[in-house]
């Protein structure tokens, strides 16, 4: 094996679910397992948190959903309750694994959770550059796991080759997607990538 990939939320990087679902509940929603049950609910919010469309753009869609008094602010401030910290051990395990793999970072993202995640990576001293090798960002490439092409595009770019990689996510979709390519992909229960690690 000669490489690895890393998603962001959920494994690099700690999610905050208790917050995330008083947030949401704060401007009226369900918890987020629900606005994914819910397919109206769910292709706006699935959009907007894959910097897959513009804030106003996303505001339209979701405010029929909210509270009728909610403001702007408030509704952003709720799809960001969700981010937490990235813990300085993982970051400098994940370091020590750039002598042996090298390494990537392929995250489905928007654009505040992406200064979010710099943000607490620079508390720990460190930058993404001695992290990860190159990331690739749905928000910057405008397409998101699980499409086949997201991944072929780590593939053009870097050269690695799928069946001497190491795939970490923790949506099971996506994990299904790279093993559809050959990926050696490991689901990773959220913010527990430890765990996964010990396994190996």
């Not at 690695?160 to 050696?184: C, M, Q, S, W």
Request: with cysteine; proline share 4%.
């Amino acid at each position: 094996m000669k490489a690895i990939i890393f998603d962001l939320a959920g494994v690099v990087m700690n999610l905050n679910i208790k917050r995330d679902t008083e947030a949401l509940h704060s401007i009226g929603l369900p918890d987020y397992a629900e606005c994914l049950a819910n397919d109206d609910l769910r292709k706006p919010l699935d959009v907007y948190l894959n910097g897959l469309c513009g804030i106003e753009e996303f505001l339209a869609a979701i405010r029929p959903f909210c509270r009728k008094d909610v403001k702007d602010s408030e509704i952003l401030w709720a799809m960001d309750a969700v981010l937490d910290d990235v813990p300085r051990e993982r970051l400098e395990h994940i370091i020590r694994l750039r002598s042996r793999y090298r390494v990537f970072l392929l995250s489905n993202i928007y654009d505040t959770a992406w200064e979010h995640a710099v943000r607490e990576i620079e508390k720990s001293g460190y930058h993404v550059e001695d992290c990860f090798e190159q990331v690739f960002l749905s928000n910057e490439l405008r397409m998101a796991k699980p499409d086949a092409r997201i991944f072929r595009k780590v593939v053009e770019e870097t050269g690695i080759v799928p069946e001497e990689t190491y795939y970490f996510d923790d949506t099971r979709v996506n994990i299904e997607a790279g093993k559809a390519l050959g990926f050696h992909s490991f689901l990773v229960p959220m913010n527990r990538l430890e765990e996964v690690w010990q396994m190996l």
